[in-house]
Nanobody
């Protein structure tokens, strides 16, 4: 199983970006999807999560600005980021908890990261 994140780039403060992350390979089901970020010198932190029941959860710093969603048919999770601020600058990582085949336990997978830079 591989996770491919994309959509990062340079954006001005107040701008927006949409990050998709698609899972490929042997996938039976995906329980949990999420986005995390890591700024230079900081630890990786949770941004948003969306489990299979669609009950989303957000870090306080992004509530009202970011929206996480998932497309189960495409094994893809999205992060819509609006009203971006310089402090949102970080490498963004997607995360999924995946069962590869029926009867096997779930395992955690990470994408390679995509850089988001918010600067004028």
């Amino acid at each position: 199983v591989q996770l491919q994140a994309s959509g990062g780039g340079l954006v001005q403060p107040g701008g927006f970006l949409r990050l998709p992350c698609a899972a490929s390979g042997s996938i039976f089901s995906i329980n949990f999807m999420g986005w995390y970020r890591q700024a230079p010198g900081n630890e990786r932190e949770l941004v948003a999560t969306i489990p299979s029941n669609q009950r989303t959860n957000y870090a306080d710093s992004v509530k009202g600005r970011f929206t996480i969603s998932r497309d189960n048919a495409k094994n893809t999770v999205y992060l819509q980021m609006n009203s971006l601020k310089p402090e949102d600058t970080a490498v963004y990582y997607c995360n999924m908890i995946i069962r590869k085949t029926a009867g096997r336990p779930f395992s955690t997978y990470w994408g390679q990261g995509t850089l988001v830079t918010v600067s004028s």
